[in-house]
């Protein structure tokens, strides 16, 4: 049973029809298949046990097929790649072919009424093969697993597709390797050509046609290199930008931090100056850290235009009767501006006082 390599309008190709297709399986572990389905008949040729088997082909394992090889998981196990075609079946375990170039690529597979049918899209290669004098037939390689048991014959019903060959001489069957070993073989890294850029470029947002010109995809890889350098290009912008407005905040802040200390020692020299010489006391401090951080050069012009209260000389008398007028007035200035009056005008009030009791001295 067996499909010549004819494609219809729509680019689908039947691979393997519905029904069972007589084969025979080389076993790599005879006895687990033995212990399992002790009913078959193995026997052993050449030093390798086979058995006789049937595959066989249903509506629901071709869906399945199908159904897995569009999936996600399955377009990741291929590098968003589909299944090669080769010329018969170089990546068969244990194939003696030695042409592994590739023809295409089957980039979709569907279940039908008739049986599951692919769309294979060739490179130059494979259409020469195609058209070539040599007649040729689609044999697929499916992931394979044992189902049961049929008069002596061990059913296997395939769970994934591999490979499609073209062959004078097709099989339907696959060694019954483990699907671990089959998929293994089936991950390598397949070189890269025309079917595959176009691939590639459709799952990144750009459709070419399979059979686009070598300009059209250079051209669409350098429009998409544009496109990701730009990209890459504002991002490091935006990060430069981001940095540099970090490393200015820091800097203001380490400016403010030193213009503040800077301004607190300034009030501090000018506030211990002014207790020294006399125009203020100990007692005025926090009020007068208040007038000058308010502000600094309205504060500090009026306390330096401030005249000594306290005298370390004369007549003690006077010197009491001074600093008695100075707080009087100052405590009249500030009750007179409890409710309008600012600090700068109880201090203006308070100069005054002072010349007045510096005066009556």
Do not use: C
């Not at 030193?258 to 100056?273: L, Q």
């Amino acid at each position: 049973m067996a499909n010549e390599s004819a494609v219809g309008a729509d680019g689908s190709a039947l691979f393997a029809p519905l029904g069972d297709a007589p084969n025979v399986f080389a076993l790599k572990n005879p006895d687990a298949f033995r212990a399992a389905f002790p009913t078959a008949n193995y026997y052993e040729e050449d030093g390798v046990v086979k058995v006789d088997a049937i595959q066989r082909i249903t509506p629901e394992n071709a869906k399945a097929v199908s159904d897995r090889f569009a999936s996600p998981s399955g377009m990741v196990r291929r590098w968003f790649r589909g299944a090669p075609v080769f010329y018969r079946h170089p990546d068969h375990p244990g194939s003696t072919e030695t042409d592994k170039r590739e023809l295409g690529r089957v980039v979709g597979l569907e279940a039908r009424p008739e049986g599951l049918y692919g769309v294979p899209v060739f490179n130059d290669l494979g259409a020469d093969a195609v058209n070539g004098r040599e007649k040729l037939f689609f044999s697929p390689r499916f992931d394979v697993a044992p189902t049961g048991v049929e008069n002596g014959k061990l059913i296997f019903e395939p769970t994934g597709f591999v490979s499609v060959g073209l062959t004078p001489e097709p099989n339907l069957a696959a060694d019954a390797v483990n699907e671990a070993a089959s998929n293994a073989a089936t991950n390598r890294t397949p070189p890269m050509n025309k079917i595959l850029l176009v691939g590639t470029l459709a799952g990144l947002g750009i459709n070419l046609a399979a059979d686009a010109s070598d300009d059209a995809i250079a051209s669409s890889i350098t429009a998409l290199a544009g496109r990701l350098n730009t990209g890459a290009s504002a991002a490091n912008e935006r990060d430069t930008a981001k940095a540099e407005v970090a490393s200015l905040q820091a800097e203001l802040a380490a400016l403010k931090a030193t213009a503040a200390n800077e301004a607190k020692g300034i009030r501090e020299a000018a506030i211990n100056a002014a207790i020294q010489d006399g125009r203020i006391t100990e007692a005025q401090r926090a009020t007068w850290d208040g007038i000058l951080t308010a502000s600094a050069s309205n504060g500090l012009a009026i306390l330096n235009g401030l005249s000594k209260t306290v005298k370390t000389s004369g007549n003690g008398k006077n010197v009491a009767d001074a600093n008695a007028a100075a707080e009087a007035a100052e405590a009249s200035a500030k009750n007179e501006g409890s409710g309008t009056a600012t600090g700068f005008d109880r201090a203006l009030a308070h100069q005054k006082a002072q010349r007045a009791a510096a005066a009556a001295a």
